[in-house]
T-cell receptor, first 115, second 116 residues
């Protein structure tokens, strides 16, 4: 079953605009990660945020985490056509008997950035 | 460093056949995970290997199996293929140490399996 659920399922914006994607999850986490996937290819790791962190930045990416609401958001600023891809959040397994290497992915947000 | 390498890139099989997919992790990575991606179910965890031992397993039937070799390379096998096994199979490797790459998965480009 999918633990991470992204919202929206699809997002279409113009180059230069900001894109915000949200992710909700149901059970506690050790960390939450965001990945990007270009069509039919492998996933590329973007950002990992730990449960005791609230915000993290990497270049034009900003991720926030609200453990009380069990939600995270990914903001891409000044988007480019090359940002067109699917974006997934992934939570690790629960600490009890779990593994940092068994990730549960949401179904993703398809972002289209129009030139 | 070379990335995660998966072979073959595309595969076409018929129902009832079996298939073996191969994955070479990033040098020095000892954990290898496998995921199945379909349009309907999304990304689903199959299993994870570390030092030739299966540490975690997802909710897939016994037709799905895997193994890891002493050089950390991994294979997964699907026997008695069904139409629903058509999917992109992704392999990911990870380091088990601390530091900047902790917890991150590095994915290969995947093997696109079509079952006819």
């Amino acid at each position: 079953s999918q633990q991470g659920e992204e919202d929206p399922q699809a997002l279409s914006i113009q180059e230069g605009e900001n894109a915000t994607m949200n992710c909700s999850y149901k059970t506690s986490i050790n960390n939450l990660q965001w990945y990007r996937q270009n069509s039919g290819r492998g996933l590329v790791h973007l950002i990992l945020i730990r449960s005791n962190e609230r915000e993290k930045h990497s270049g034009r990416l900003r991720v926030t985490l609200d453990t009380s609401k069990k939600s995270s958001s990914l903001l891409i600023t000044a988007s480019r056509a090359a940002d067109t891809a699917s974006y997934f959040c992934a939570k690790d397994a629960d600490r009890c008997g779990g593994s940092n290497y068994k990730l549960t992915f949401g179904k993703g947000t398809l972002l289209t950035v129009n030139p | 460093k070379a990335g995660v390498t998966q072979t073959p890139r595309y595969l076409i099989k018929t129902r009832g056949q079996q298939v073996t997919l191969s994955c070479s992790p990033i040098s020095g990575h000892r954990s290898v995970s496998w995921y199945q991606q379909t349009p309907g179910q999304g990304l689903q965890f199959l299993f994870e290997y570390f030092s030739e031992t299966q540490r975690n397993k997802g909710n897939f039937p016994g037709r799905f199996s895997g193994r890891q070799f002493s050089n950390s390379r991994s294979e997964m096998n699907v026997s008695t293929l069904e139409l629903g096994d058509s999917a992109l199979y992704l392999c990911a490797s990870s380091t088990t140490g601390t530091g900047a790459t902790w917890g991150k998965l590095f994915f290969g480009s995947g093997t696109q399996l079509s079952v006819l």
